[in-house]
Protein backbone atom coordinates (compact mmCIF):
# COMPACT_ATOMS: atom_id res chain seq x y z
CA UNK A 1 0.00 0.00 0.00
CA UNK A 2 3.15 2.12 0.87
CA UNK A 3 4.61 1.78 -1.94
CA UNK A 4 1.70 2.54 -3.85
CA UNK A 5 1.30 6.09 -2.58
CA UNK A 6 4.99 6.55 -3.14
CA UNK A 7 4.82 6.04 -6.89
CA UNK A 8 1.75 7.94 -7.03
CA UNK A 9 3.52 10.91 -5.48
CA UNK A 10 6.84 10.66 -7.29
CA UNK A 11 4.73 10.17 -10.88
CA UNK A 12 2.09 13.09 -9.76
CA UNK A 13 5.59 15.59 -8.61
CA UNK A 14 7.18 14.65 -12.09
CA UNK A 15 4.03 15.32 -14.08
CA UNK A 16 3.06 18.66 -12.53
CA UNK A 17 6.38 19.94 -13.15
CA UNK A 18 6.89 18.86 -16.66
CA UNK A 19 3.69 20.81 -17.28
CA UNK A 20 5.08 23.71 -15.15
CA UNK A 21 7.93 23.47 -17.12
CA UNK A 22 6.43 23.54 -20.25
CA UNK A 23 4.18 26.39 -19.52
CA UNK A 24 7.15 28.53 -18.66
CA UNK A 25 8.87 28.07 -21.62
CA UNK A 26 5.80 28.50 -24.00
CA UNK A 27 3.62 30.89 -22.83
CA UNK A 28 2.64 34.17 -24.16
CA UNK A 29 2.55 36.03 -20.67
CA UNK A 30 5.06 35.32 -18.69
CA UNK A 31 3.67 37.17 -15.78
CA UNK A 32 1.59 33.82 -14.83
CA UNK A 33 5.15 32.16 -14.49
CA UNK A 34 6.86 34.77 -12.71
CA UNK A 35 9.71 32.56 -11.27
CA UNK A 36 12.45 35.05 -11.08
CA UNK A 37 10.19 38.06 -8.84
CA UNK A 38 8.64 35.12 -6.71
CA UNK A 39 12.19 33.50 -5.83
CA UNK A 40 13.65 36.72 -5.23
CA UNK A 41 11.10 39.36 -3.91
CA UNK A 42 9.88 39.99 -0.65
CA UNK A 43 8.09 36.46 0.26
CA UNK A 44 10.91 34.41 -1.04
CA UNK A 45 11.67 32.70 2.06
CA UNK A 46 7.95 31.33 1.74
CA UNK A 47 8.44 30.50 -1.99
CA UNK A 48 11.29 28.30 -1.42
CA UNK A 49 10.14 26.72 1.07
CA UNK A 50 6.98 25.73 -1.37
CA UNK A 51 9.06 25.05 -4.20
CA UNK A 52 11.51 22.38 -2.35
CA UNK A 53 8.67 20.68 -0.47
CA UNK A 54 7.10 20.78 -3.52
CA UNK A 55 9.59 19.53 -5.76
CA UNK A 56 12.92 18.03 -3.58
CA UNK A 57 10.93 16.44 -0.40
CA UNK A 58 8.69 14.34 -3.21
CA UNK A 59 11.77 13.39 -5.09
CA UNK A 60 13.65 11.64 -2.04
CA UNK A 61 10.77 8.77 -2.00
CA UNK A 62 13.20 7.45 -4.18
CA UNK A 63 15.09 5.94 -1.52
CA UNK A 64 13.46 3.25 -0.30
CA UNK A 65 14.83 3.58 3.49
CA UNK A 66 12.91 7.01 3.79
CA UNK A 67 9.94 5.67 1.61
CA UNK A 68 9.43 2.67 4.16
CA UNK A 69 8.51 4.95 6.35
CA UNK A 70 4.77 5.79 7.08
CA UNK A 71 5.07 9.37 8.82
CA UNK A 72 7.76 10.66 6.54
CA UNK A 73 5.49 9.57 3.38
CA UNK A 74 2.65 11.68 5.50
CA UNK A 75 5.54 14.52 5.77
CA UNK A 76 5.91 14.65 2.02
CA UNK A 77 2.12 14.59 1.11
CA UNK A 78 1.60 17.96 3.87
CA UNK A 79 4.43 19.20 1.97
CA UNK A 80 3.31 18.64 -1.10
CA UNK A 81 0.08 20.59 -0.11
CA UNK A 82 1.65 23.27 2.06
CA UNK A 83 2.14 25.41 -0.91
CA UNK A 84 -1.51 25.13 -1.92
CA UNK A 85 -2.99 25.84 1.28
CA UNK A 86 -0.55 28.79 1.68
CA UNK A 87 -1.50 29.74 -1.64
CA UNK A 88 -5.62 30.05 -0.33
CA UNK A 89 -4.10 31.79 2.88
CA UNK A 90 -2.83 34.98 0.79
CA UNK A 91 -5.66 34.84 -1.52
CA UNK A 92 -8.45 34.78 1.57
CA UNK A 93 -6.17 37.32 3.44
CA UNK A 94 -5.78 39.64 0.33
CA UNK A 95 -9.77 39.31 -0.67
CA UNK A 96 -10.03 40.86 2.89
CA UNK A 97 -8.35 43.73 2.77
CA UNK A 98 -9.25 45.07 -0.70
CA UNK A 99 -10.09 48.56 0.31
CA UNK A 100 -9.34 50.01 -2.93
CA UNK A 101 -12.44 48.49 -4.40
CA UNK A 102 -15.87 49.77 -4.47
CA UNK A 103 -19.02 48.33 -3.52
CA UNK A 104 -18.99 45.41 -1.17
CA UNK A 105 -17.21 41.57 -2.38
CA UNK A 106 -18.13 39.78 0.39
CA UNK A 107 -20.17 37.19 -2.09
CA UNK A 108 -16.85 36.49 -3.64
CA UNK A 109 -15.05 35.92 -0.47
CA UNK A 110 -18.08 33.19 -0.67
CA UNK A 111 -17.81 31.40 -3.53
CA UNK A 112 -14.00 31.52 -3.05
CA UNK A 113 -14.27 28.98 0.10
CA UNK A 114 -17.13 27.40 -1.78
CA UNK A 115 -14.98 26.36 -4.87
CA UNK A 116 -12.15 25.55 -2.67
CA UNK A 117 -13.71 23.08 -0.45
CA UNK A 118 -15.74 21.82 -3.39
CA UNK A 119 -12.13 21.23 -5.17
CA UNK A 120 -10.25 19.35 -2.07
CA UNK A 121 -13.54 17.01 -1.81
CA UNK A 122 -13.36 16.12 -5.39
CA UNK A 123 -9.86 15.72 -5.86
CA UNK A 124 -10.33 13.69 -2.60
CA UNK A 125 -12.96 11.31 -4.31
CA UNK A 126 -11.32 11.32 -7.77
CA UNK A 127 -8.07 9.53 -5.74
CA UNK A 128 -9.98 7.31 -3.78
CA UNK A 129 -12.01 6.04 -6.47
CA UNK A 130 -8.76 5.30 -8.24
CA UNK A 131 -6.52 3.87 -5.61
CA UNK A 132 -9.98 1.73 -5.08
CA UNK A 133 -9.97 0.07 -8.23
CA UNK A 134 -6.39 -0.29 -8.55
CA UNK A 135 -6.41 -2.63 -5.43
CA UNK A 136 -9.61 -4.29 -6.48
CA UNK A 137 -7.45 -5.00 -9.97
CA UNK A 138 -4.92 -6.71 -7.83
CA UNK A 139 -6.62 -8.76 -5.50
CA UNK A 140 -9.20 -10.16 -8.76
CA UNK A 141 -5.60 -10.71 -10.49
CA UNK A 142 -4.56 -12.97 -7.15
Given at each position: MLNLIR???IFYTIITWTFYLIGMATTE?????????????VYAWAY????????????????????????YVLLVVFGIKSGMYFERFVIIVTSFHRDYLD???????????????G????????ITILTLGIFEI???KR
Open positions: WTIKPDEYAFINRATGWIMFLSALILPLTLFFKKLASKFWGNRNIELIDLFVFGIMIFLQGIVIKR
